[in-house]
């Protein structure tokens, strides 16, 4: 079963809100990730999480806060956001350390809204 | 120059038609090379990975990589309505990041 699930499908908040989203996998992956996406573009890389560590974070504003709580959990805290920050927000999983390359698999997304 | 490019359309083909999906690279580091497919406003699916250089087969899905010209293809045979999305190649080497190409969107037309 290669299934990434994400909480919530939709999410609106303003830009004084505090918000999560949240990531499960249950294939054993020990690499995941965040990303963003705006429409009619690729992804693009916002976190890497390798055996629950913070591994890569791509210089994304602090106003998102990642957090691994276990192997199978990937949360994305969100707090005062930005309007530009309106974008589909993909999690992925991948079998070993991001450092090993290995093929990825993506959850649905949330698609988020900042008024 | 982008490390890989693609072609993003939009491609528009009849229903049956073969299509072919093409993504060229300047990083000849690159090891894994794959392509996902993906509906509006849904995630990426991963369709298709391969490793080495030749042809990867999956039903109506045939993935095909040259290293030496540093192109990948992804050849679509009897395409349907539903096979209607974009496709993004994407590829990785060890130490490195996925890096994808800008899709391209796909119409078959019924």
């Known amino acids: 079963d290669t299934e990434v699930t994400q909480t919530p499908k939709h999410l609106v908040m303003g830009m004084t809100n505090k918000k999560s989203l949240k990531c499960e996998q249950h294939?054993?992956?020990?690499?995941m990730y965040w990303y963003k996406q705006k429409a009619k573009k690729p992804p693009e890389l916002m976190f890497v999480?390798?055996?629950?560590?913070?591994?890569i974070n791509e210089s994304v504003p602090s106003r998102f806060s990642p957090e691994c709580p276990n192997s199978s959990l990937l949360n994305l805290h969100l707090h005062a956001l930005q309007p530009e920050d309106s974008a589909l927000y993909l999690c992925?999983?991948?079998?070993?350390?991001?450092?090993?390359?290995?093929?990825?698999?993506f959850g649905p997304g949330t698609r988020l809204t900042v008024l | 120059q982008k490390e890989v490019e693609q072609d993003p359309g939009p491609l528009s083909v009849p229903e049956g038609a073969i299509v072919s999906l093409n993504c060229t690279y300047s990083?000849?580091?690159?090891?894994?090379f794959m392509w996902y497919r993906q509906y509006s406003r849904k995630g990426p699916e991963l369709l298709m990975y391969t490793y080495s250089s030749g042809n990867k087969e999956d039903g109506r899905f045939t993935a095909q990589v040259d290293k030496s010209s540093k192109y990948i293809s992804l050849f679509i045979r009897d395409s349907q309505p539903s096979d209607s999305a974009t496709y993004l190649c994407?590829?990785?080497?060890?130490?490195?990041?996925?890096?994808f190409g800008q899709g391209t969107e796909l119409s078959v037309k019924p």
């Open positions: 999480y390798s055996y629950e560590k913070l591994s």
């Open positions: 990083n000849s580091a690159f090891q894994y």
């Open positions: 994407a590829m990785i080497y060890q130490g490195g990041k996925l890096i």
């Open positions: 992925a999983s991948s079998g070993y350390s991001w450092f090993e390359a290995d093929t990825q698999y």
């Open positions: 294939m054993g992956h020990r690499a």
